[in-house]
């Protein structure tokens, strides 16, 4: 074998392993940053089950959690607040960095600056279009279950950076306190809101 050929296998040899061991690294970051979005998720869901558990009433309930599905379709419910008022459902999103995007757009794009300065956009789901689709689902097992009820549903950024200005985004625990409380004038009655306790419990 000539040294040419030699030189070329290992050379080969050099590239493939580089190539895999860059493979890994990108797999490694892709899963840090993952499980880095997970955790804030859940530290985000906590703290607002707090800041909510402070701001309910006496005959307020938080159901923290919720699975339901209706047809085909699935969803979890970070918090749903049942008073007389209505249902109410609290999205909970702790999104760091700069969010860019529109209210009817399929994703949000959010903008974060490494500690070396290097700037990474990508895409995060926008909480307008998740909550309409929980309202909908919501709304529609309980209709089915033989009871009529006014559903809400809110996004509350705890970072306070959504990128537009809409009735369906919370921004503080004063805008919690007024969508759950003030906000409207529906009522309803005390067994009602007992049947859709015991329905969201025991789905």
């Known amino acids: 074998m000539s040294e040419n050929i030699i030189i070329a296998i290992v050379l080969a040899i050099a590239v493939l392993s580089a190539i895999v061991v860059l493979a890994y690294a990108s797999e490694d ?6 499980s880095g979005q997970k955790i804030a998720g859940i530290r985000g869901e906590q703290l607002t089950s707090r800041i909510l558990s402070e701001l309910l009433d006496s005959e307020d309930v938080l159901l923290t959690n919720v699975q339901i599905a209706y047809g085909d379709m699935e969803t979890e419910l970070d918090n749903v607040i049942i008073n007389r008022h209505g249902v109410f459902i609290i999205e909970v999103k702790n999104y760091s960095g700069t969010l860019t995007g529109g209210a009817y757009d399929f994703n949000w794009i959010r903008i974060k600056c490494s500690r ?54 919370l921004n503080n625990r004063e805008d919690m306190n007024a969508a ?24």
């Not at 909908?136 to 306070?160: K, M, P, T």
């Not at 409380?181 to 969201?200: P, V």
Request: glycine share 6%; net charge positive; proline share 4%.
């Open 116 to 169: 070396g300065g290097k700037l990474y956009r990508n895409p995060v789901k926008n909480p307008i279009r998740q909550v309409r689709r929980q309202i909908y689902i919501l709304a529609s097992y309980i209709r089915e279950n033989g009871i009529n009820v006014w559903v809400e549903g809110y996004a509350y950024l705890l970072r306070g950076n959504s990128p537009v200005k809409n009735a369906y985004i």
């Open 180 to 203: 759950i409380h003030l906000r409207t004038s529906h009522k309803i009655l005390k067994d009602t809101k007992s049947d859709i306790i015991e329905l969201l419990i025991n789905t």
């Open 29 to 34: 970051q892709r899963n840090s940053a993952e």
